[in-house]
Structure formats: structure tokens, C-alpha cells
């Protein structure tokens, strides 16, 4: 417990700042990669997945952090909204790199997939569910929308979750130790979630 409360304590003193900063990272360097040609023979596609990683590990990283909270102690909530927006924009460069760089705006194609091939469908599923949470992420959409109605729209994360594994599983075509993980890593966090609600005792009749 004393360890716990050092790391907490240590967590404490950083800024919020910090992670957007390093989750911004990534993008900074695959721009760079972009403009020197170090991205393979297929620039286009190679960010399109690149970004569609980060999008992922970020929307994870944000459903890890109650979970780790309740098993360790360590609680990251502090950072749980600078890791949804950041998953959120990532998915949406994920989006935009599909629609700009690959498809490059022709509308017969891009609309063929979107009602065509499954993992099409899924990714748009989870960037239309994603949306309405990161633009009420802020604390002013809170008091606006009520705690209750905020935290039912919210709710929404798992399904949004769901959609953009279900989206990186079925373009991947093949059960590699990555989609296995990603994969694993959803269904481990929603089982705990769906645990902790049985297990929550009902609430008092009036």
C-alpha cells in the first residue's frame, strides 16, 4: 500500500499536458517519415496502419485505466480523457489517411466499401461512436448533459471498443500474435467489466 501511494502521489505531480505532448509523438514522426520517403513502397498504406495501431492501443490504454485502478490501486484517471482523445485522433487520421491518401476522395469507391466489406463497416461504427465522446469529453458537456445521462452516453466506449477490434481483426485476415493480443485485451477488460456490475449490490428501493 505504501508503494501504492507513492506511485499515486508521484502521478499526482504530472502534468495532464505531458501526455498529449508524448501521445503526440508518434504523429510527429510519422509525418517526418511521410516527407522522407521512409515509409516502403506504400507510404499511403503503411500510415493508414500506423495510425490505426495508435488509435487502438490509445482506446485500450483509456479502458485499462478503471481496471488498473481496482486491481492495483494505481489510479491513472487523471489521464483517462487525454487517452480517449488521443485514441479519437488517431482513428480520425486513421480515417482521413483512407479517404485522402489511399482512396483520394473517389466517392464511388469509398462508398462501395462503406456499405460493402465488413471492416469497413465495423471501423465506421466505432469513429461514429467514438465522436459523440470526444466532443462531450470536456467538463462543461458534464455539467450540461447531467452525471447520469453523461455517464450512459459514455458507456459507449465498450461498444466503439468493440467495433474497432472487430474492424482491426477482420482487415487482418490472419490470427497473428498482435491481433491476438488487441483482441484478448478487449475481451479481458469487458469481462472485468461486466464482473464488477454483477457483483455491485442492487440499489435500495425508495
Known amino acids: ?15 495532464v499536458g505531458l501526455v498529449y505532448a508524448i501521445g503526440g ?19 499511403a498504406k503503411t500510415l493508414e496502419h500506423q495510425l490505426g495501431g495508435l488509435g487502438l492501443q490509445f482506446l485500450l490504454a483509456s479502458l485499462a485505466v478503471t481496471p488498473l485502478r481496482r486491481i492495483t490501486g494505481v489510479s491513472l484517471l487523471r489521464f483517462r480523457r487525454a487517452l480517449g482523445l488521443l485514441a479519437f485522433f488517431y482513428v480520425a487520421l486513421h480515417l482521413m489517411t483512407w479517404l485522402l491518401l489511399d482512396l483520394q476522395l473517389r466517392w464511388g469507391e469509398i462508398g462501395a466499401d462503406v456499405t460493402k466489406r465488413p471492416y469497413i463497416i465495423l471501423g465506421m461504427i466505432g469513429f461514429v461512436l467514438l465522436a459523440p ?4 469529453s470536456h467538463d462543461w458537456a458534464l455539467r450540461r448533459m447531467g452525471a447520469l445521462a453523461w455517464h450512459r452516453l459514455h458507456r459507449l466506449v465498450y461498444v466503439a471498443g468493440l467495433a474497432v477490434v472487430g474492424h482491426y481483426v477482420v482487415q487482418a485476415k490472419t490470427l497473428s ?15 472485468a467489466r461486466v ?4 457483483a455491485k449490490p442492487p440499489a435500495p428501493r425508495p
Request: contains cysteine; positive net charge.
Open 25 to 43: 509523438v508518434p504523429v510527429a514522426w510519422l509525418m517526418w517519415a511521410l516527407m522522407t520517403n521512409g515509409l516502403g513502397v506504400d507510404p
Open 195 to 198: 464482473a464488477w456490475a454483477l
Open 1 to 15: 500500500m505504501a508503494l501504492v501511494r507513492s506511485v499515486n502521489g508521484a502521478l499526482r505531480r504530472v502534468p
Open 133 to 136: 465522446l470526444a466532443a462531450t
Open 177 to 191: 500474435l498482435e491481433v491476438l493480443a488487441y483482441s484478448g485485451c478487449l475481451i479481458a477488460l469487458l469481462l
